[in-house]
């Protein structure tokens, strides 16, 4: 059974950072890519970023590019986004996701069927 456990979130003031985690435990980690989804409220779950499964590859929304950055420990099954420059658009709920198959790489190949709680990131102007 897949668990996805994020944590990190918080209030930040526009222009500082956070950096969230992700504990994943259930399947061998390193198999599956890992992305990072979010929610405003009032709004869908939109993509931010993804990992390929060894972190060879990397994915990002245009919305966040140059100020996230998407990494990950397979020795420590963590997935992690660091969040800098955050803007007040950047406020939402933030999800950790796992890919249902091992060893995908193209960004269109990923299927996120295994969520995690989401932690809530708030960014004050």
């Known amino acids: 059974q897949v668990q996805l456990l994020e944590s990190g979130g918080g209030l930040v003031q526009a222009g500082a950072s956070l950096r969230l985690s992700c504990a994943a435990s259930?399947?061998?980690?390193?198999?599956?890519?890992m992305g990072w989804f979010r929610q405003a409220s009032g709004k869908e779950r939109e993509f931010v970023t993804a990992i390929t499964w060894v972190g060879a590859r990397t994915y990002y929304a245009d919305s966040v590019k140059g100020r996230f950055t998407i990494s990950r420990d397979n020795a420590k099954n963590m997935v992690y986004l660091q969040m800098n420059s955050l803007k007040p658009e950047d406020t939402a709920v933030y999800y950790c996701?796992?890919?249902?198959?091992?060893?995908?790489?193209?960004?269109?190949?990923?299927?996120?069927?295994?969520w995690g709680q989401g932690t809530q990131v708030t960014v004050s102007s």
């Open positions: 996701a796992q890919d249902r198959r091992p060893y995908t790489i193209a960004s269109s190949a990923f299927e996120f069927d295994y």
């Open positions: 259930g399947r061998t980690f390193s198999n599956y890519a």
